[in-house]
């Protein structure tokens, strides 16, 4: 593996207040990196800083070897990037569209018109090439806008929030494209608010909160050092005895579907609930980065 992205103790102030603060990355090629948190966390501010939107108040950007300090263009050569918005000139078709964004690059994208071909081919576009974007539905609308992201061939891969929108099938077939890239050798840095998504597709995780950096790890790490070993899963009301019971071990829970109660727990708590409550109809779960999620932005009660 090679180190394709190096951001150390970034900082940025916006409005008046810290949104990003001491923030340092790294990827590797053939990693997915997830960047986590609630709204407000800095996630989209970091990215941006990181792909040369926004300049950071402190710290430092290394993109394969080469520093935006020493040469900010070379820096962008070697990345890609998809936002969270469609941003398609739609006056040319989606094969067009590619060959625009080609254009910007110095020097000039070698073998374009079979990378261009093999794009069109490998996100499902061939079909579509001579038609505007938006007669596209929303799953190839974000299939376009990260093959537009491939044109110049980058090494690193920024996908902010790439499957907001989409339906659970349109979801899992971008899901099996960002997975062949990554297994390509390509590192990939992603924001999304869809915690399965963070969890099937994320290799590390940084959880940020308020800014700062609250976690990193691998995903099941952090759902052990921050969640707990099972999460019980209770129907609500809950009886006054139950009730007592995760008040005096000082455990809290939060509302999963309505009607339910998720409370996470280690081994031993599990063991304790058990031995209380051997009558009651509970089920027992491993923990996933919803309840982390939860955590993180005070959803627990």
Known sequence: MSLLLQALNLKKSLGGRVVVDD???????GQVLGLLGPNGAGKTTTMRMIYGFLRPD??????????????VAAAKRSMGVCTQSDT???DFTVRDNLYVAASYFRPQVPDLNEHIAGL????????????????LSGGYCRRLMVARALVNRPK???????????????RRALWRLIRSLREEGL?????????????FLSDQLVVL??????????????????????????SQPLADSVTEWLRSAEIVGHEGVPGELHVPVGSA???GFAASFETLDYDVRKPNLDDLFERLSGGAQ
């Open 58 to 71: 402190a710290g430092s950007i290394i993109i394969n070897g080469v520093g935006f300090d020493a040469d």
């Open 88 to 90: 398609f000139d739609t």
């Open 120 to 135: 069109l081919q490998r996100f499902g576009l061939a079909e579509f090439a001579d038609q505007k974007p938006d007669t």
């Open 187 to 199: 590192g990939i840095v992603l924001t999304t608010h869809y915690m399965d998504e963070a969890q």
């Open 269 to 271: 708590q599990l063991s």
């Open 156 to 170: 690193l891969l920024f996908l902010d929030e790439p499957t907001t929108g989409l339906d659970p099938q349109a």
């Open 209 to 234: 909160d308020e800014g700062k950096v609250l976690a990193h790890d691998t995903p099941e790490q952090i759902l052990g050092e921050f969640v707990g070993e099972h999460v019980i899963v209770l």
């Open 23 to 29: 923030v340092s990355l790294q990827v590797e090629s």
